[in-house]
């Protein structure tokens, strides 16, 4: 059941010219009707690749300025989320948070722990401004769903979104671990169908949000995979909509 209102909890800005443009396009052409957008190209994802297996990091600052202008004159219908880069002072969010709405932390592209003083530092801003912090954890110590738990324990006021179906594609341990976690929701991108429906039935459809991660992975693909699962039209709405209004502290339209 994939009918509108849709929101698209997860997408990003490619650093290409026509960029905003072509995501705008995407969006009607798939029927989203919002989406929240982070900086993309932050890595080459072949170094990315790498450090998923590897290890490593990067120290580089993804172009939050391009997403803030690119969901300037939208009305709303693009929503700026800020990716952080915890290598720089926390000071640098705090300054520019006021103009987004919402937090993205990877270790996998800047590789510090989730328990470390400088992303909890992060946290505590997004605390203070009402942020919901969108967490890309990876099969590492110190970054894992684990250390996430531990870090949304730390801040039982922040709501946390573990993106892309946890890690790897059929990620069930990611779901016991976060299932006595209300202030942990799931975002689907990436994972299987089986990991989509047993989300839905072990978390409730109220702790499942609807993501792409768009441009690596069409909206179209996603769409289909709670068509595919037979996801009732209650369940849709709370996944596609009303659980990221919550999420950025809106009043559902």
Not at 31 to 51: E, H, K, P, Y
Not at 214 to 234: C, M, N, R, S, W
Request: net charge negative; glycine share 10%; charged share 20%.
């Amino acid at each position: 059941m994939t009918a509108r209102p849709i929101l698209d909890f997860h997408m990003r800005l490619a650093p290409r010219v026509g960029a905003r443009a072509r995501l705008l396009s995407t969006l009607d052409e798939c029927g989203l009707d919002r989406a929240v957008v982070c900086a993309g190209g932050t890595i080459d994802l072949d170094r990315l690749s790498c450090q998923l297996i590897e290890g490593g990091h990067v120290e580089t600052d993804p172009d939050n300025d391009a997403v803030l202008a690119a969901c300037g004159g939208t009305d709303g219908r693009l929503v700026p989320f800020y990716f952080a880069n915890p290598h720089r002072a926390c000071d640098v969010y705090r300054d520019r948070a006021a103009g987004f709405r919402g937090l993205e932390i990877s270790p996998a592209v800047h590789g510090i722990d989730l328990l470390d003083q400088s992303v909890t530092a992060l946290v505590g801003v997004a605390e203070s401004f009402g942020h919901s912090v969108y967490v890309v954890c990876l099969a590492r110590q110190g970054a894992g769903v684990a250390d996430l738990v531990t870090l949304a324990r730390r801040f039982p006021a922040v709501n946390f979104v573990l993106g892309h179906s946890g890690i790897g594609n059929i990620d069930f341990y990611a779901l016991a671990l976060i299932a006595d976690e209300p202030n942990i929701l799931l975002e689907t991108s990436g994972g299987y169908t089986c990991v989509a429906e047993a989300a839905l039935r072990r978390l409730g459809a109220d702790r499942v949000v609807f993501g792409s991660e768009y441009p690596l992975q069409h909206p179209a693909v996603e769409l289909a995979k709670f068509q595919a699962i037979g996801t009732t039209p209650d369940q849709w709405r709370l996944v596609a909509w009303d659980n990221a209004h919550r999420l950025l502290g809106e009043e559902k339209p």
